[in-house]
């Protein structure tokens, strides 16, 4: 695996899609944050983003449709602790017209660190048939035009090689 050589000015030109103050409830025996919670942090990112395009919980309860986590590949950087100030930031990696590869960086505020990456291949799903769909026109639209603001970014995303939309 490549080392991360990302810089975080270079992931501070993603818009910051969520951000929080690590709480007592998210540590583990360790007195560090529980795996578990990097992913949820970054689905957290993830979900203001769907929201932003209209794939979020509204779309939920007034379409047909849902979102399902295909893969994920979790890159564990630096720890988080109590109290640390993290926030995260999407790319959109890869677009197909039922599927959307992303990859999170969750960066500690605190200590100026990146503390981890997350990438997640999600598809767009008829939940009545449990099936892969194309995303709804509007939402489709939105993810392009973030696909296309992405893409001109100077930087290469710093990805595991084995994951793709």
Known sequence: MTRVTTTLEEIRQLDKAYQRRIPREFLD???????????????????????????????AQADIYGNFALEQHIRYLSELLLDDLVSVHIRLLELTPKRAYFIGFLVNDSRDQLAATVEIVMMNVDIAQRR??????????????????????????????????
């Open 29 to 59: 025996e360790n007195e560090h944050v529980n795996v578990q919670y990097y992913l949820h942090l970054v689905e957290q990112g993830l979900g203001a983003v769907f929201g932003d395009v209209g794939l979020g919980a509204v779309y």
């Open 132 to 165: 892969g769909a194309p995303f709804p026109a509007a939402a489709g639209l939105r993810l392009r035009a973030l696909r296309v603001q992405h893409s001109k970014l100077p930087w290469a995303a710093p990805v595991c090689g084995v994951m793709g939309a």
